[in-house]
């Protein structure tokens, strides 16, 4: 199950969320089983984030740091 924190930064954008992983590097984002579909995560920070099971059709990924995923 993903972890609420986790989403509800997500939710305040990929501007906010970067500055929170920026500050938090150590941190594994969890988004496990997650329902993120159709969110434009455009220049993202995911890196080593965990999707099992999430849903993320529709979702783009341009330019988005997906490394260890």
Do not use: S, Y
Not at 1 to 27: F, S, Y
């Amino acid at each position: 199950m993903a972890n609420q924190k986790h989403l509800d930064i997500l939710r305040l954008g990929v501007e906010t969320w970067n500055k929170w992983r920026q500050e938090n590097p150590d941190i594994q984002p969890d988004f496990r089983q997650a329902e993120l579909n159709n969110i434009n995560f455009d220049k993202i920070d995911l890196n080593n984030a965990d999707f099992n099971g999430a849903n993320l059709k529709g979702a783009t990924l341009n330019e988005a740091n997906l490394r260890a995923c």
